[in-house]
């Protein structure tokens, strides 16, 4: 005699709650979103570092060491001074017409054969002494560096907005320890070619760090039940629902992003007036006091410092209101025309000022890329192109702040003012 009770006396089988399925797999991600956040960090500091030392501390300077004292101040020639920050906006735009829809893979294996690039033609440049060659590493390693960026960026689409935290930390501490790092050098004395030399292992580094990213994405994939087991399957993915840039699809894109991109852009553009012309000039009254001849360098530390502790701090300032810090930021830039133009202001009281514009700033560029990532109105195709957009709108206001005070700067050059 069957025992068994009738099959319609059986219990049936309860499905586990959905938020149980949650917690479990919430369990699961935890490690490889703490894993990713740790790359991004790496990532963000290399791409925050080496500017600073590369850049700023040597290509830029032996380019400038070129051009004759009569050029340099001759009037009408603040654009010719500035076409850098047009190459980069040409740039921005290029890779978001023709290069969203390629693997990251291969942007980040183009991005590290340009960095190279740029550092040879660099050394090159300090052993014939030779300006051209500095130009061309100088552009090559202007690019790979945006194209860079715009590669990580562009891969946080498929994470949680939350990982951003580590990219954006990343930014501010390889933008505080390059600064530091080029005053060292700058004040103790260095020999370039050695330095410059030394940096061909870290792209190696910035390459592998990128694979393990792939990696942590193509994990964090299996766990959510998608269907990619393959990196490549991953980079179709991530790669194929890109949008491209064309200009029928501005309307479209600033309707979505307008309200972060427009304020993130007078941002940017209040800080780079503060940063390089208003702070200078308060500066420059103390040259004659041997006590303040480092002044600008400690204050542009300080500034980096709160730019810094903003972008690290991104979990305990998330702002919807981005007009707020646009309208703050707007108020120091008015008070360093005051204290550039018209009152005196101790070289303390400055250096707080750039420490809060720092903050600000930082805020700034934290939120405005969080809120992209974050904003369930702009679909996963659209995401890419956004921060493209986001971005190029803020190379825009710098390159208008440099233009407007390069252009002053030769009116008062005119009349001796």
């Known amino acids: 005699m069957n025992n068994e009770a009738p099959i319609f006396y059986q219990q049936a089988r309860v499905p586990r709650p959905l938020n149980q399925i949650l917690k479990k797999r919430k369990k699961k991600t935890a490690p490889v979103l703490f894993q990713a956040k740790v790359i991004l960090f790496f990532l963000g500091f290399l791409e925050a570092f080496w500017p600073h030392i590369i850049l700023y501390s040597f290509a830029l300077p032996f380019i400038q060491s070129t051009n004759s004292n009569e050029s340099k101040s001759r009037p009408g020639n603040s654009f010719s001074f500035n076409w850098p920050y047009l190459f980069v906006l040409i740039i921005r735009?290029?890779?978001?017409?023709?290069?969203?829809?390629?693997?990251?893979?291969?942007?980040?294996?183009?991005?590290?054969?340009?960095?190279?690039?740029?550092?040879?033609?660099?050394?090159?440049?300090?052993?014939?002494?030779d300006?051209?060659?500095?130009?061309?590493?100088?552009?090559?390693?202007?690019?790979?560096?945006?194209?860079?960026?715009?590669?990580?960026?562009?891969?946080?689409?498929?994470?949680?907005?939350?990982?951003?935290?580590?990219?954006?930390?990343?930014?501010?501490?390889?933008?505080?320890?390059?600064?530091?790092?080029?005053?060292?050098?700058?004040?103790?004395?260095?020999?370039?070619?050695?330095?410059?030399?030394?940096?061909?292992?870290?792209?190696?580094?910035?390459?592998?760090?990128?694979?393990?990213?792939?990696?942590?994405?193509?994990?964090?994939n299996k766990i959510k039940s998608l269907p990619e087991r393959r990196i490549q399957t991953v980079e179709e993915r991530e790669s194929s629902v890109n949008w491209q840039f064309s200009l029928s699809l501005i309307p479209l894109i600033l309707s979505k992003i307008g309200q972060y991109s427009f304020y993130y852009g007078l941002v940017c553009l209040f800080t780079e007036a503060i940063r390089k012309h208003l702070a200078p000039s308060v500066f420059d009254r103390f040259k004659n006091d041997s006590k303040m001849d480092y002044a600008n360098s400690f204050a542009a530390v300080f500034f980096e410092f709160g730019f810094f502790l903003a972008c690290f701090s991104l979990k305990l300032f998330k702002l919807t209101q981005l007009n707020l810090l646009c309208w703050i930021q707007g108020a120091f830039f008015a008070s360093g025309i005051y204290f550039a133009t018209f009152v005196g202001i101790s070289a303390y009281s400055m250096t707080i000022v750039m420490f809060c514009a720092g903050f600000v700033y930082g805020l700034s560029y934290a939120n405005t890329i969080y809120a992209i990532l974050h904003d369930s109105w702009i679909s996963r195709g659209e995401k890419e192109l956004c921060l493209n957009v986001n971005a190029i709108m803020a190379n825009a206001g710098i390159l208008f702040s440099k233009l407007a005070f390069g252009s002053l700067k030769d009116f008062m050059s005119l009349f001796n003012l």
Not at 100 to 114: E, G, Q
Not at 141 to 156: P, Y
């Open 131 to 220: 300006v051209l060659y500095a130009a061309s590493g100088w552009l090559l390693f202007l690019i790979a560096n945006i194209l860079g960026d715009s590669c990580v960026l562009g891969l946080l689409k498929g994470f949680p907005p939350k990982v951003f935290v580590g990219y954006s930390s990343g930014i501010g501490a390889g933008s505080l320890i390059g600064l530091v790092y080029k005053c060292f050098i700058e004040f103790f004395g260095h020999d370039s070619y050695s330095v410059v030399f030394w940096m061909i292992p870290l792209y190696i580094v910035y390459y592998i760090l990128f694979s393990h990213l792939l990696n942590a994405k193509l994990e964090f």
């Open 93 to 129: 735009i290029v890779n978001a017409k023709y290069l969203l829809k390629v693997y990251h893979s291969t942007r980040v294996k183009i991005t590290v054969a340009l960095f190279l690039s740029g550092l040879s033609c660099i050394l090159v440049a300090f052993h014939k002494k």
